[in-house]
């Protein structure tokens, strides 16, 4: 229980610190807003055209009779809908972690460099195309985990009662585990770790992890929150990936960015 507060609290920290440092916080806003565009978009078009697909998709319901046919095609259409609204869940914060990984980066060593004892931050120490790739690849194979669990997820939400109540509590703590894993990748990638060694770090301290993610998770079915909440998440998991790895953390959130005068995060 004392790891579930934690993550938690890591979570309002980051958001804390954003809000105290307002220039990066619309620095990091940036990358949100082009991912929320484009998700619309494709889930606009889903809803408008999603029926014509499935009708092209299932050629040999054409000769059903009435109602069949257009039960069979409407739990289909209805199907896709939610396993996409599904997969936006968990690939948001994957595509805008890629698509902002210059902000994020940025972001991430400030807050690096405020909360160390020493004022400095870890550098991968690698191009900026290369950090593309490694982020690209890595996030491509927790995308397929991901998906592994949610099509079981699905198939077992069938189950009669077991599917409508334990289930989609499983389903939340998945995506917390996915979510956390994305967004600590940041500033464990800058540090050398690849995803294997994250994984491990991660399954080790699950409820840190759950605490964090998972009402996180939840925040982000809300439309349009996982925008506003993505720079705060980026500098929680940031100062939550110092304790994974044991790093002394202190010092102040005192910088050139704050606006509202000096405050001090304690991590």
Avoid at 225 to 236: D, K, T
Wanted: hydrophobic letters at 50%; proline letters at 5%; zero cysteines.
């Amino acid at each position: 229980m004392h790891d579930l507060g934690a993550g938690f609290g890591y979570l309002l920290k980051g958001q804390r610190w954003v809000a105290q440092h307002g220039r990066q916080y619309g620095f990091g806003l940036v990358p949100g807003l082009i991912t929320l565009v484009l998700y619309v978009a494709v889930l606009v078009a889903l809803a408008v055209w999603g029926g014509d697909f499935v009708s092209w998709a299932t050629p040999f319901a054409d000769d059903w009779s009435s109602p069949w046919q257009g039960l069979f095609r409407g739990f289909l259409t209805v199907v896709l809908f939610v396993l996409a609204l599904l997969l936006s869940v968990l690939t948001f914060t994957a595509v805008t972690l890629l698509i902002g990984q210059p902000f994020y980066e940025t972001l991430s060593e400030k807050v690096d460099r405020d909360v160390s004892p020493d004022g400095t931050a870890p550098e991968s120490g690698l191009p900026l195309w290369r950090e593309l790739w490694v982020s690209a690849r890595d996030s491509l194979r927790v995308l397929v985990r991901a998906l592994v669990w949610g099509v079981l997820l699905f198939a077992l939400g069938f189950l009669p009662f077991v599917g409508q109540t334990v289930v989609p509590v499983i389903g939340f703590f998945v995506t917390g585990f996915f979510l956390t894993e994305e967004l600590t990748a940041v500033a464990l990638q800058r540090r050398g770790v690849d995803l294997r060694a994250r994984l491990t770090l991660l399954r080790a301290r699950k409820p840190l992890i759950w605490g964090f993610g998972t009402p996180l998770g939840l925040a982000f079915l809300v439309p349009f929150v996982a925008v506003f909440l993505m720079p705060g998440a980026v500098a929680g998991a940031t100062m939550m990936a110092r304790e994974l790895l044991d790093e002394e953390t202190g010092g102040s959130d005192e910088g050139e960015d704050t606006e509202s005068g000096p405050a001090s995060v304690d991590g």
